[in-house]
Structure formats: structure tokens, C-alpha cells
């Protein structure tokens, strides 16, 4: 029903900077938040940041350092990277949580994952 695309991971040099954008397309009445998680080899998958609205919120590990923003026109969400360091390399997963349908309840769908390595 709602598939989102993630690009603009690779590998980047410690306080290097990416950008990572994710585009929602299939059937979608609303969406109600995005966001990124990722998951490191070992480490259960984590928040990093979420956008809703004007609202956003950052995992405190990246506060300062990453910004989140979202076109809505377009229902894309971008994760601006900078300062990387090594600990941020992981498997980066956009977020959304969609309503299909009027009446419907709001579910989450995820992306494939976009790799992000962070390494001298």
C-alpha cells in the first residue's frame, strides 16, 4: 500500500556530512508523522529523529549535529548528517505512519534501510 525509498547513504569520513531523503508514494490519505531509526550490528533499532508538524524530535545522541525536515508536498523527509562519527554507522530506516483511508487506523510502514558508514 505505501512504499518509502531511501537514498543518500555511503560512507563518509568522521565529521563528514550526508543527506539522506525518503519519498512516500502508494495509497495515502494522511500522514501523520515521519521520521529515521537505525540499527547498528548488535543494538536494537533506535529512534534518531521524528517530524510532526512544525514538532520535531531528536535522539540525544544526534541533537546538534543532525537535522530533520519533510516537504509535504512531495511527502518526503530528509535526514541532514553532519559532524558524523563513527558510533552514527548503521543501517539508517525511514518511518511513517500513514492512514490509508478515512475511518482507517494510522499504521507504520518502513523503509528498506540505507547504509551509512562512518569511518576513517
Known amino acids: 500500500q505505501v512504499q518509502l525509498v531511501e537514498s543518500g547513504g555511503g560512507m563518509v569520513q568522521p565529521g563528514g556530512s550526508l543527506r539522506l531523503s525518503c519519498a512516500a508514494s502508494?495509497?495515502?490519505?494522511?500522514?501523520?508523522?515521519m521520521g529515521w531509526y537505525r540499527q547498528a550490528p548488535g543494538i536494537p533499532r533506535e529512534l534518531v529523529a521524528t517530524?510532526?508538524?512544525?514538532?520535531?524530535n531528536y535522539a540525544d545522541s544526534v541533537k546538534g549535529r543532525f537535522t530533520i525536515s519533510r516537504d509535504n508536498a512531495e511527502n518526503t523527509v530528509y535526514l541532514q548528517m553532519n559532524s558524523l562519527k563513527p558510533e552514527d554507522t548503521a543501517v539508517y530506516y525511514c518511518?511513517?505512519?500513514?492512514?490509508?483511508?478515512?475511518?482507517?487506523?494510522?499504521?507504520?510502514?518502513w523503509g528498506q534501510g540505507t547504509q551509512v558508514t562512518v569511518s576513517s
Open positions: 518511518y511513517a505512519k500513514v492512514r490509508l483511508r478515512l475511518g482507517s487506523v494510522a499504521r507504520d510502514y
Open positions: 502508494g495509497s495515502i490519505f494522511v500522514i501523520n508523522a
Open positions: 517530524t510532526s508538524g512544525p514538532i520535531t
